[in-house]
């Protein structure tokens, strides 16, 4: 975390105390609160590896790996600041790339390995937090809000995007 960044949690969390007159005994969820994703993802990149908790979080996201779950926050993470600061997302080749071939996969996933393009394109990206939305909550609506963007807009080369190949035949995407 940079000095700018901790400076700025601990900014946030003293007016948080202030308001509510509190102690700034702060407890573990009410900093976790106001983290950025990218430094919940710093977090767990940095947990002891020997942790079971790790292991347990990874679980909990569908993962059976530590190393994958740590992998993807990582991406997401940086997709996320591309889109934020108004980036261009649109034919992209992703600097940070999830991994791709996950062990024995708790959800639904690919059955046919994807192509380099898939990988480097936000395609693979995109799958991954379909992927953790799947797990984390089963009834969420977020693939079918992209099918449903993709089919309003059907002169939209999504190809560019790396959705190529029959990828909506995947177990994931249907």
């Given at each position: 975390?940079?000095?700018?960044?901790?400076?700025?949690?601990?900014?946030?969390?003293?007016?948080?105390?202030?308001?509510?007159?509190?102690?700034?005994?702060?407890d573990a969820w009410k900093t976790l609160e106001v983290a950025s994703f990218s430094t919940l993802s710093k977090l767990y990149k940095n947990l002891k590896h020997q942790l079971?908790?790790?292991?347990?979080?990874?679980?909990?996201?569908?993962?059976?790996?530590?190393?994958?779950?740590?992998?993807?926050?990582e991406a997401i993470a940086y997709i996320r600041n591309i889109v934020a600061h108004h980036s261009r997302l649109w034919s992209r080749n992703m600097v940070k790339r999830p991994?791709?071939?996950?062990?024995?996969?708790?959800?639904?996933?690919?059955?046919?390995?994807?192509?380099?393009?898939?990988?480097?394109?936000?395609?693979?990206?995109?799958?991954?937090?379909?992927?953790?939305?799947?797990?984390?909550?089963?009834?969420?609506?977020?693939?079918?809000?992209?099918?449903?963007?993709?089919?309003?807009?059907?002169?939209?080369?999504?190809?560019?995007?790396?959705?190529?190949?029959?990828?909506?035949?995947?177990?994931?995407?249907?």
């Open positions: 975390m940079s000095e700018d960044q901790k400076r700025q949690l601990n900014q946030q969390l003293w007016n948080i105390a202030n308001t509510l007159h509190v102690k700034m005994d702060a079971p908790e790790k292991a347990t979080i990874a679980k909990e996201m569908g993962l059976n790996l530590h190393s994958e779950l740590s992998s993807w926050l991994t791709e071939k996950i062990n024995n996969p708790i959800g639904h996933w690919f059955t046919n390995p994807l192509q380099l393009v898939q990988t480097k394109k936000p395609f693979l990206l995109i799958s991954c937090m379909v992927y953790l939305c799947n797990e984390v909550t089963p009834r969420n609506h977020i693939k079918s809000k992209i099918l449903e963007l993709f089919k309003a807009n059907p002169k939209i080369p999504v190809y560019k995007l790396g959705f190529l190949n029959n990828w909506e035949k995947e177990p994931l995407w249907q």
